[in-house]
Nanobody, 114 residues
């Protein structure tokens, strides 16, 4: 079992920045994929950014604005979000994957006002 807790969401004006954090605990494997996903009501959850042992992948909509990073010693995952847009408003979820198992955090709300 792996437990994930996100933090750092909130209300920000368009053009502003936020930094999300995700703390992983439990049986965290040394090799894993962690990522950020987001969901708005009525739509499917979508990938924002993932990190697999330093190899990163971003959704086209956030490239150049968001940066995913991790601290493997602290089992932390981060998402630095700059130049936020109203369309970035969503609940952001942290996901952990390793050995065929997926775990999700509870989500943190990000609201961007225009």
């Amino acid at each position: 079992q792996v437990q994930l807790v996100e933090s750092g969401g909130g209300l920000v004006q368009a053009g502003g920045s936020l930094r999300l954090s995700c703390s992983a605990s439990g049986n965290v494997a040394s090799i894993n994929t962690m990522g950020w996903y987001r969901q708005v009501p009525g739509k499917q959850r979508e990938m924002v950014a993932t990190d697999t042992s330093g190899n990163t992948n971003y959704a086209d909509s956030v490239k150049g604005r968001f940066t995913i990073s991790r601290d493997n010693v602290k089992n932390m995952l981060y998402l630095q979000m700059n130049n936020l847009k109203s369309e970035d408003t969503a609940v952001y979820y942290c996901r952990y994957y390793s050995g065929g198992y997926y775990y999700w955090g509870q989500g943190t709300q990000v609201t961007v006002s225009s």
